[in-house]
């Protein structure tokens, strides 16, 4: 079931891989940044560690060194030279974690250094604001506007919900004191009127009481 995010429920890194249209939001945002490289190489790393012929593999892990690694590539890493000794080394025959240190790496920079500013950024407010409601959503949303007899609108997490519900219980609470609160005002005023009425008659009509003479 797909995850619904707003600015109090913000997407992990894990997320944004599993969500096909956040990872394209964030892979524009990695653009822009001019680091789209680390991002596409860890999907493509990814990607490599669930091959499990070893020519694909192969073929597998010479593209992507010679799109990210080779001098002048098309995506080009600049990494340790450490590191790339080490890849090197799995060149004749690589094995399925023959990405894995450098994949650690680049995780790192994504998530404590690329993340924090992507959550931050117009494109990923936009996203929010712009985003469909997924069918779950939409439901929800159709039952809450028939509920309240308007329109909602807004992300509807659980939190946005009982949030909501709660605002407009208020709402509709305090539209109900203040017109108990004018039914009782003007009873009050009817209530005086009637009372003076009552007692002017009563003056006006009582008969005199004679004095008795001793």
């Not at 680049?106 to 997924?134: G, I």
Request: with cysteine; aromatic share 10%; net charge positive.
């Amino acid at each position: 079931m797909a995850k619904e995010y707003s600015k109090k429920n913000l997407p992990t890194m894990r997320d944004i891989l599993e969500d096909v249209m956040l990872r394209n939001v964030f892979t524009e945002f990695m653009e822009q940044e001019l680091a789209v490289e680390n991002f596409l190489f860890f999907l493509d790393a990814e990607n490599y560690k669930k091959c499990t012929d070893q020519r694909e593999r192969s073929e597998m892990f010479h593209y992507i060194y010679d799109r990210y690694l080779n001098q002048g590539a098309e995506y080009e890493m600049y990494i340790a030279d450490q590191r790339k000794k080490d890849l090197e080394s799995h060149v004749n025959n690589p094995g399925p974690d023959a990405f894995v240190d450098l994949q650690v790496d680049v995780w790192v920079v994504l998530t404590t250094e690329c993340l924090p500013r992507f959550l931050k950024c117009d494109l990923f407010l936009n996203f929010l604001d712009n985003k469909p409601d997924s069918p779950r959503t939409a439901r929800r949303r159709v039952k809450l506007e028939d509920f309240f007899g308007e329109e909602v609108k807004g992300s509807l997490t659980k939190v946005e919900v009982v949030k909501l519900i709660r605002v407009k219980a208020y709402e509709k609470n305090a539209k109900r004191r203040a017109k108990r609160l004018r039914s009782l005002a003007n009873e009050s005023t009817a209530g005086g009127a009637t009372l003076r009425s009552f007692t002017e008659n009563t003056v006006m009509r009582s008969p005199r009481v004679k004095k008795s003479h001793r």
